[in-house]
């Protein structure tokens, strides 16, 4: 069995306004060597309204696979409410095996709000695949 590892670096807002953008960044770390390898992306939208795009790629449809075409890629989402968001990013592999996921969350954030936007990362260190 393959044993990939993903490790991901964002730097976000700990409140995201309708039509503000945020940028994903991913690399993945497969442990071993795995000619042939192929990886695919997938994410669900759990609350909230927005958009998830592979940069330099398609935007993303809801639960439908994409062909990654790199190891190391990035995603901008962008808020299409005010409202809270919470989406799962899933990265599986043309093997079978287990494969990786992340949820990620943001609270809404009205335009008068006066924090700023407080600016934290990296929120997602090495993180291993999810066993089911």
């Known amino acids: 069995m393959m044993t990939t590892v993903i490790h991901g670096y964002a730097r976000l807002a700990d409140k995201i306004t309708q039509g503000q953008t945020v940028e994903l960044r991913f690399e993945i770390k497969p442990e071993g060597n795995y000619t042939n390898t192929l990886y695919t992306i997938r994410y669900f939208q759990y609350d909230g309204e927005g958009s998830l795009k ?37 990265v599986e592999d043309n093997f079978g095996s287990t494969p990786w996921e992340q949820t990620f969350e943001f609270n809404g954030k009205d335009k008068g709000d006066d924090n700023g936007g407080t600016i934290i990362g990296p929120v997602v260190g090495p993180v291993t695949p999810v066993i089911r």
């Open 54 to 90: 592979l940069v330099d790629g398609p935007v993303l449809v809801n639960n439908d696979r994409v062909l990654l075409e790199s190891k190391t890629f990035r995603l901008n989402y962008t808020a299409k409410s005010a409202d809270a968001h919470k989406f799962l990013v899933v």
